[in-house]
């Protein structure tokens, strides 16, 4: 008989959500067909151990052997033989009076609840569920309020009411029932507000702890107290109504002051693995079950408003999975956690000092390595040794320094148009930020920029593109510490409000290695609970979203490898052993007190901070240094047998040639090429198109808005034309301007039809003036021709007269040359005369005694004879003769 009134409830259920819904079976065959599926693997866990809630919260690595095993030290089962009545009638009071007298389900109360689902399209806004409902909800489904769970919760609950009585349901219920805070059961509840055994508690008491399932975070004993007594105070009401008590104990009830005494069960530490696979577990169940994440504010109140509320949920379910039965498979490859361990303390092995209090070393380290090829977190180290439980992996905010500029500034940019040969100018910008040393290069590329990690360039370029623009590219990646203050071009050097974490800053440096696109940093590969329900589904590689375009992510990545070999990069003593191709980038902020080294190959992305809790100054802590030799000193390790790969360019990537001055792309063999991307340089011609046609558009427009002024004035224009007349040869040239004129006015008129009528009176008025205009054309010809006979006339006289000028200048010259002529033979005989006089002056000059065969003198006198041969003067030449004889006779 009872089978027979589940299987007719259950087809009123679907009857009511079918038509409620507008929906049929064969419509809706796959969802209707895969809820039952769903509630039939559940039911195969509707079994005592199940609702004994026996389960350890199990963390598993990624070969599936156990890490750890979780389970809450105070939580306690206990039979319902010995849970006080006053509990048991305080809860059948309030959640469901009629509990011991209908069924699975209250059609009425379930009724109400579906059309409230239907008319907010799916979300429930009030409850409906008997308690056997809620122990269902409780142990098998998730809180979402849909109408998918309605039905299962339906369907589940007629099944335990099928198999246990009602005591043995209240039973389950109560151990468990939720009392928010990590209580799960009336018996730990009791231990955990009140330090007491259920058998003590006051109706008050009861009462009290009766009103927080409801809902934990509105009834919450330590933050909402004053609700708690609310309705407290509403459950004794309900209790009295339904005569399990009398009004001498209701008002008593009332009246008892509530005084909590909480318990702190001492809760097994958690190592870094723990600790981390527990957080991204617990952000996992609050997705399942539809908590909405944010990370973008409108105000630093709207964000200290999401905290509160993120912070309590979060509290809620880190409880609920140390509370037991999740098992959390995560990808956590021991043999690379145990290395990347190591290398954090041997790399800080010279720093020695501890708290006196805490006995914690000063300085700290922390460090996160992915996989690329699944995107999962590999290894995790929260600090130095493995006695530490705070995990300053993904706990601790610190400055990111020059490490943030990459993945805030550099790649951003090349989203935005710029690429790596682009020009920015490096100089002093006053109460900016200023370089290593106050050393300032000029006009630099980006490339240079980010490889000798300046300061003023990012800063520059997060002023031209707008911190609005660069921070959201965080955002986008789930970074938790950005403020509104943060917005500021500042932070492209690292200077933050709160900071990042090593977790945030190494999932966003496999965005850089995976072409832009982004995976939520999380261990967690797959996570069930012991009722069969799958939170995380197993993946063999995370989702990503895009960041950053595949085109800029290369780029950004190919000048991060210069920054592990260049001779003067930041990271060059970093590279990688055996060729291994990695890229990276140093990060050390002010005063030394934080440093990072963030790189990556195909492989893996490791990320590396160093500092002290309490930041201060660390002697020599650069990015490069104690990070950077970690950093190192892990990846050579875990890539000894790797070979190495290179990151592989895509086809959008082109070079262009560019213009080695100011870096702009040119259209000519400038001999030097850098790389673009061709998607954006598609867009920029599009883009360029566009603005032409734009501007041809607005042309038009306003051509078109001109036409009327265009109208009017070829209108004026022909009534003039149309009063002219020739009437002399002067009149042609004027006239036949103003029809060109009108002519030309024309051929702008955009209005077809008005043209032609323009142009035909045009027409006309020319037809009528040709005559006259002939006449007085051919008058004009012969005035030309009468011109050009008076100048041919002109040109002819002109030509004699240049002829005798022409003459005559040729007479006188001749003349000239004849002058100079005999000037010079004049000459030369004046000079044949003085060589000759002079040569009978030397045969003179020789002495008396001087033998007249003497060689000199014979000489001299052959030199005068020859001399005297050729002066034409004979009279003189006589003389001359019988000076040099006279000579002769004289001597011997």
């Given at each position: 008989?009872?089978?027979?009134?589940?299987?007719?409830?259950?087809?009123?259920?679907?009857?009511?959500?079918?038509?409620?819904?507008?929906?049929?079976?064969?419509?809706?065959?796959?969802?209707?067909?895969?809820?039952?599926?769903?509630?039939?693997?559940?039911?195969?866990?509707?079994?005592?151990?199940?609702?004994?809630?026996?389960?350890?919260?199990?963390?598993?690595?990624?070969?599936?052997?156990?890490?750890?095993?979780?389970?809450?030290?105070?939580?306690?089962?206990?039979?319902?033989?010995?849970?006080?009545?006053?509990?048991?009638?305080?809860?059948?009071?309030?959640?469901?009076?009629?509990?011991?007298?209908?069924?699975?389900?209250?059609?009425?109360?379930?009724?109400?609840?579906?059309?409230?689902?239907?008319?907010?399209?799916?979300?429930?806004?009030?409850?409906?569920?008997?308690?056997?409902?809620?122990?269902?909800?409780?142990?098998?489904?998730?809180?979402?309020?849909?109408?998918?769970?309605?039905?299962?919760?339906?369907?589940?609950?007629?099944?335990?009411?099928?198999?246990?009585?009602?005591?043995?349901?209240?039973?389950?219920?109560?151990?468990?029932?939720?009392?928010?805070?990590?209580?799960?059961?009336?018996?730990?509840?009791?231990?955990?507000?009140?330090?007491?055994?259920?058998?003590?508690?006051?109706?008050?008491?009861?009462?009290?702890?009766?009103?927080?399932?409801?809902?934990?975070?509105?009834?919450?004993?330590?933050?909402?107290?004053?609700?708690?007594?609310?309705?407290?105070?509403?459950?004794?009401?309900?209790?009295?109504?339904?005569?399990?008590?009398?009004?001498?104990?209701?008002?008593?009830?009332?009246?008892?002051?509530?005084?909590?005494?909480?318990?702190?069960?001492e809760l097994p530490k958690d190592n870094y693995v723990t600790s981390f696979a527990i957080d991204n577990a617990v952000k996992d169940l609050m997705k399942y079950d539809g908590f909405k994440f944010k990370y973008e504010f409108k105000s630093d109140v709207d964000k200290t408003k999401y905290q509160k509320k993120y912070s309590y949920t979060y509290s809620d379910y880190d409880k609920r999975v140390?509370?037991?039965?999740?098992?959390?498979?995560?990808?956590?490859?021991?043999?690379?956690?145990?290395?990347?361990?190591?290398?954090?303390?041997?790399?800080?092995?010279?720093?020695?000092?501890?708290?006196?209090?805490?006995?914690?070393?000063?300085?700290?380290?922390?460090?996160?390595?992915?996989?690329?090829?699944?995107?999962?977190?590999?290894?995790?180290?929260?600090?130095?040794?493995?006695?530490?439980?705070?995990?300053?992996?993904?706990?601790?905010?610190?400055?990111?320094?020059?490490?943030?500029?990459?993945?805030?500034?550099?790649?951003?940019?090349?989203?935005?148009?710029?690429?790596?040969?682009?020009?920015?100018?490096?100089?002093?910008?006053?109460?900016?930020?200023?370089?290593?040393?106050?050393?300032?290069?000029?006009?630099?590329?980006?490339?240079?920029?980010?490889?000798?990690?300046?300061?003023?360039?990012?800063?520059?370029?997060?002023?031209?593109?707008?911190?609005?623009?660069?921070?959201?590219?965080?955002?986008?990646?789930?970074?938790?510490?950005?403020?509104?203050?943060?917005?500021?071009?500042?932070?492209?050097?690292?200077?933050?409000?709160?900071?990042?974490?090593?977790?945030?800053?190494?999932?966003?440096?496999?965005?850089?290695?995976?072409?832009?696109?982004?995976?939520?940093?999380?261990?967690?590969?797959?996570?069930?609970?012991?009722?069969?329900?799958?939170?995380?589904?197993?993946?063999?590689?995370?989702?990503?979203?895009?960041?950053?375009?595949?085109?800029?992510?290369?780029?950004?990545?190919?000048?991060?490898?210069?920054?592990?070999?260049?001779?003067?990069?930041?990271?060059?003593?970093?590279?990688?052993?055996?060729?291994?191709?990695?890229?990276?980038?140093?990060?050390?902020?002010?005063?030394?007190?934080?440093?990072?080294?963030?790189?990556?190959?195909?492989?893996?992305?490791?990320?590396?901070?160093?500092?002290?809790?309490?930041?201060?100054?660390?002697?020599?802590?650069?990015?490069a240094v104690y990070p950077g030799h970690i950093w190192k000193d892990y990846m050579d390790k875990i890539h000894q047998n790797l070979k190495p790969i290179e990151f592989k360019k895509p086809d959008t990537v082109v070079y262009k040639y560019i213009n080695p001055q100011t870096g702009e792309k040119v259209d000519?063999?400038?001999?030097?090429?850098?790389?673009?991307?061709?998607?954006?340089?598609?867009?920029?011609?599009?883009?360029?198109?566009?603005?032409?046609?734009?501007?041809?558009?607005?042309?038009?427009?306003?051509?078109?808005?001109?036409?009327?002024?265009?109208?009017?004035?070829?209108?004026?224009?022909?009534?003039?034309?149309?009063?002219?007349?020739?009437?002399?040869?002067?009149?042609?040239?004027?006239?036949?301007?103003?029809?060109?004129?009108?002519?030309?006015?024309?051929?702008?008129?955009?209005?077809?039809?008005?043209?032609?009528?323009?142009?035909?009176?045009?027409?006309?008025?020319?037809?009528?003036?040709?005559?006259?205009?002939?006449?007085?054309?051919?008058?004009?010809?012969?005035?030309?021709?009468?011109?050009?006979?008076?100048?041919?006339?002109?040109?002819?006289?002109?030509?004699?007269?240049?002829?005798?000028?022409?003459?005559?200048?040729?007479?006188?010259?001749?003349?000239?040359?004849?002058?100079?002529?005999?000037?010079?033979?004049?000459?030369?005989?004046?000079?044949?005369?003085?060589?000759?006089?002079?040569?009978?002056?030397?045969?003179?000059?020789?002495?008396?005694?001087?033998?007249?065969?003497?060689?000199?003198?014979?000489?001299?006198?052959?030199?005068?004879?020859?001399?005297?041969?050729?002066?034409?003067?004979?009279?003189?030449?006589?003389?001359?003769?019988?000076?040099?004889?006279?000579?002769?006779?004289?001597?011997?």
């Amino acid at each position: 008989m009872k089978h027979k009134r589940v299987i007719i409830v259950s087809a009123v259920i679907f009857g009511l959500m079918a038509a409620g819904a507008g929906i049929t079976y064969g419509t809706h065959k796959g969802e209707i067909d895969s809820i039952i599926a769903d509630v039939n693997q559940k039911k195969q866990l509707v079994i005592d151990s199940t609702f004994e809630r026996k389960g350890y919260t199990t963390i598993y690595d990624k070969d599936n052997k156990v890490i750890s095993k979780l389970i809450s030290q105070n939580y306690t089962y206990t039979s319902l033989e010995n849970i006080p009545s006053n509990i048991q009638n305080a809860f059948v009071a309030i959640e469901d009076k009629d509990f011991r007298k209908h069924g699975a389900i209250s059609i009425k109360g379930t009724t109400r609840a579906l059309v409230q689902i239907f008319r907010n399209k799916g979300e429930a806004v009030q409850g409906g569920s008997t308690i056997t409902q809620q122990l269902v909800k409780n142990v098998f489904l998730s809180n979402k309020k849909t109408l998918d769970r309605k039905i299962e919760e339906a369907l589940l609950a007629m099944d335990v009411e099928h198999k246990y009585s009602k005591d043995k349901i209240l039973e389950f219920y109560l151990n468990n029932v939720y009392f928010g805070r990590g209580n799960y059961g009336v018996e730990t509840a009791a231990k955990g507000y009140f330090q007491k055994d259920i058998k003590d508690l006051t109706l008050s008491e009861t009462a009290f702890l009766a009103a927080i399932p409801n809902n934990p975070s509105l009834y919450d004993p330590i933050t909402n107290k004053t609700n708690t007594l609310k309705r407290r105070n509403l459950i004794l009401k309900a209790m009295l109504d339904e005569k399990y008590i009398n009004k001498v104990k209701y008002d008593s009830a009332v009246k008892e002051e509530i005084v909590l005494k909480l318990s702190q069960p001492e809760l097994p530490k958690d190592n870094y693995v723990t600790s981390f696979a527990i957080d991204n577990a617990v952000k996992d169940l609050m997705k399942y079950d539809g908590f909405k994440f944010k990370y973008e504010f409108k105000s630093d109140v709207d964000k200290t408003k999401y905290q509160k509320k993120y912070s309590y949920t979060y509290s809620d379910y880190d409880k609920r999975v140390r509370a037991g039965g999740y098992s959390i498979y995560t990808s956590i490859e021991m043999s690379k956690q145990k290395q990347l361990q190591n290398s954090v303390d041997s790399g800080l092995s010279g720093f020695t000092g501890k708290d006196s209090k805490t006995n914690k070393y000063n300085v700290q380290g922390a460090a996160v390595s992915i996989d690329n090829a699944t995107g999962y977190v590999a290894a995790i180290v929260g600090g130095r040794g493995t006695d530490d439980e705070f995990n300053r992996a993904f706990l601790s905010y610190r400055q990111p320094g020059s490490a943030i500029k990459p993945i805030l500034v550099y790649t951003p940019a090349f989203d935005n148009k710029y690429h790596p040969l682009s020009r920015v100018v490096d100089q002093y910008i006053p109460g900016g930020p200023q370089n290593d040393e106050r050393t300032y290069f000029g006009s630099v590329t980006l490339r240079y920029a980010t490889e000798m990690s300046l300061n003023t360039i990012p800063y520059i370029l997060m002023t031209r593109l707008g911190p609005n623009k660069l921070m959201s590219y965080l955002l986008n990646m789930h970074f938790t510490g950005i403020y509104k203050e943060d917005y500021n071009s500042i932070a492209a050097i690292g200077g933050f409000t709160k900071g990042t974490s090593p977790v945030e800053m190494a999932g966003a440096y496999s965005t850089l290695e995976h072409g832009g696109g982004y995976a939520e940093t999380t261990c967690v590969r797959k996570m069930t609970y012991q009722d069969g329900s799958i939170i995380v589904k197993d993946q063999k590689t995370l989702g990503r979203k895009k960041i950053y375009t595949r085109e800029s992510a290369y780029m950004m990545t190919d000048i991060l490898k210069g920054v592990l070999t260049e001779d003067y990069a930041t990271g060059h003593k970093l590279a990688l052993a055996n060729g291994q191709i990695a890229a990276g980038k140093t990060g050390t902020t002010s005063s030394n007190k934080d440093g990072w080294f963030c790189g990556y190959t195909k492989y893996y992305t490791t990320v590396v901070w160093v500092g002290a809790d309490m930041p201060e100054e660390i002697s020599n802590l650069y990015g490069a240094v104690y990070p950077g030799h970690i950093w190192k000193d892990y990846m050579d390790k875990i890539h000894q047998n790797l070979k190495p790969i290179e990151f592989k360019k895509p086809d959008t990537v082109v070079y262009k040639y560019i213009n080695p001055q100011t870096g702009e792309k040119v259209d000519y063999n400038s001999g030097l090429q850098d790389m673009f991307s061709k998607p954006i340089l598609d867009e920029i011609e599009e883009e360029k198109r566009k603005a032409e046609a734009a501007s041809r558009a607005q042309k038009e427009a306003a051509y078109r808005e001109s036409e009327p002024q265009r109208e009017k004035e070829v209108e004026k224009l022909l009534e003039k034309y149309e009063s002219q007349s020739y009437t002399s040869v002067d009149s042609i040239q004027a006239i036949d301007s103003l029809r060109d004129s009108i002519n030309y006015l024309i051929g702008q008129i955009i209005d077809i039809d008005k043209a032609n009528l323009y142009k035909d009176r045009l027409d006309k008025r020319t037809a009528q003036l040709r005559p006259s205009r002939d006449k007085w054309e051919n008058v004009k010809k012969d005035q030309e021709k009468q011109q050009q006979l008076e100048i041919e006339r002109n040109n002819s006289e002109a030509e004699k007269l240049n002829n005798q000028k022409e003459l005559l200048r040729e007479q006188q010259e001749l003349q000239k040359q004849k002058e100079q002529q005999q000037k010079q033979e004049q000459a030369d005989i004046l000079e044949k005369e003085k060589e000759a006089a002079g040569s009978v002056q030397k045969v003179q000059s020789f002495s008396a005694d001087t033998n007249k065969n003497d060689s000199d003198f014979q000489n001299a006198v052959n030199d005068a004879v020859s001399k005297i041969s050729k002066v034409d003067n004979q009279k003189l030449a006589s003389v001359l003769k019988q000076a040099v004889q006279d000579k002769i006779l004289l001597l011997k």
